[in-house]
């Protein structure tokens, strides 16, 4: 079965810490593989994506890596600020432009204390 | 702001009533998603509308239905609720020509079964 493992559950830091956040994933065939910030009681917002071919990817201070061969992602927080405490959502496609394929993590609790 | 919205945001209702959530993809994606999101579950997929034709189906009770209509609105209608179906309900939607079929999720519906 295709699943996708996310750890820690939750991370808790402080204020213009840095913080990396893990999945490691089963799913087989690979597409791409997404993150995903989730406040709570909102939708998901796309935060990277990325192809089996790239192992890395940045936006703003967010930045993912990936290695398919031990198909393995992290997500890396740089200078993390109070908005930045959210639910982070790890989600593997494994065929493209199969969105019902999709298969989601359940998310890391990011808490950004000040 | 997705560009995805979602009605209504709360919805509270009784065991074995009926509702009816709401959504309004991006204009011009044709693809509608829908999602349940139960406490400290990760995202379920229940269905996905392309154009108004059911295209894919996930994890959708019977009691669930959806559809896709001519102006490319969705509707997922819920019936003889159970407590148990008191969830997060969200509507994503993604457009044609992105090869990453990147989905844009509204803000969701929250439904409570008492």
């Known amino acids: 079965k295709n699943q996708v493992e996310q750890s820690p559950q939750s991370l808790i830091i402080l204020e213009g810490k840095n913080c990396t956040l893990q999945?490691?994933?089963?799913?087989?065939?690979?597409?791409?593989l997404r993150w995903y910030k989730q406040d709570t009681g909102r939708g998901p917002v796309s935060l990277t994506i990325?192809?089996?071919?790239?192992n890395t990817k940045s936006n703003g201070r967010y930045t993912a890596t990936l290695d398919a061969d031990t198909k393995q992602s992290s997500l890396h927080i740089t200078a993390s600020q109070l908005s930045d405490s959210a639910s982070y959502i790890c989600?593997?496609?494994?065929?493209?432009?199969?969105?019902?394929?999709?298969?989601f993590g359940k998310g890391t609790l990011l808490t950004v204390n000040p | 702001d997705s560009g995805v919205t979602q009605t209504p945001k709360h919805l509270i209702t009784a065991t074995g009533q009926r509702v009816t959530l709401r959504c309004s993809p991006r204009?011009?994606?044709?693809?509608v998603y829908w999602y349940q999101q139960s406490l400290d579950q990760g995202l379920q997929f229940l269905i996905q509308?392309?154009?108004?034709?059911?295209?894919a189906k996930g994890n959708i009770l019977e009691r669930f239905s959806a559809q896709q209509f001519p102006d490319l609105h969705s509707e997922l209608n819920l019936s003889s609720l159970e407590l148990g179906d008191s969830a997060l309900y969200f509507c994503?939607?993604?457009?044609?020509?992105?090869?990453?079929?990147?989905?844009?999720f509204g803000p969701g519906t929250r439904l409570t079964v008492l």
């Open positions: 509308y392309y154009n108004g034709e059911e295209r």
């Open positions: 999945c490691n994933y089963t799913v087989s065939p690979f597409s791409n």
């Open positions: 989600v593997v496609s494994p065929l493209q432009g199969s969105n019902y394929k999709l298969t």
């Open positions: 994503a939607s993604s457009g044609r020509g992105d090869p990453y079929n990147e989905q844009f």
């Open positions: 990325m192809t089996f071919s790239e």
């Open positions: 204009s011009g994606d044709l693809s």
